[in-house]
C-alpha cells in the first residue's frame, strides 16, 4: 500500500469518526422521534462506508459482504421504524 492511500484510509476513517460522534449526539438529542430515526440511519450508512474502508485497507472480501449486510439490516430497520412511527405499530 503506497504512503498516500494509508494516509488518506487514515484521515477518512479519522473523519467519519468525527461524523459518528456527531450522529450519535443527535440520536440522543434529537428534538423530535423522526430526527432519531434519521440518525440511526445516518449511523448505519456511516458504519457501511467505514466497513468499505476497512476493506480497502484489508484487502479482504469479507468487508465488504459485512458492509451489504450492515446495509440491508438498517434499511428494515428504517422501514420498520418510519412504519412504527406512523401507524403505531410496526408488525400488521
Known amino acids: 500500500m503506497s504512503p498516500l492511500l494509508s494516509v488518506a484510509i487514515g484521515a ?9 460522534l456527531i450522529g450519535l449526539l443527535r440520536l440522543a ?6 430526527d432519531r430515526v434519521l ?9 457501511m462506508l467505514v ?11 469479507m468487508y465488504f459482504e459485512a458492509a ?3 446495509v440491508l439490516f438498517g434499511f428494515v430497520a428504517s422501514v420498520a421504524l418510519a ?3 406512523l ?3 410496526a408488525i400488521e
Not at 12 to 20: E, G, K, S
Open 12 to 20: 477518512t476513517l479519522l473523519l467519519y469518526a468525527v461524523a459518528m
Open 68 to 70: 451489504l449486510l450492515m
Open 39 to 47: 440518525a440511526l440511519d445516518f449511523l448505519y450508512v456511516v458504519g
Open 51 to 61: 466497513m468499505l474502508v476497512l476493506a480497502i485497507r484489508a484487502d479482504s472480501q
Open 87 to 89: 401507524r403505531g405499530e
Open 29 to 34: 438529542h434529537g428534538p423530535s422521534a423522526q
Open 83 to 85: 412504519k412504527f412511527l
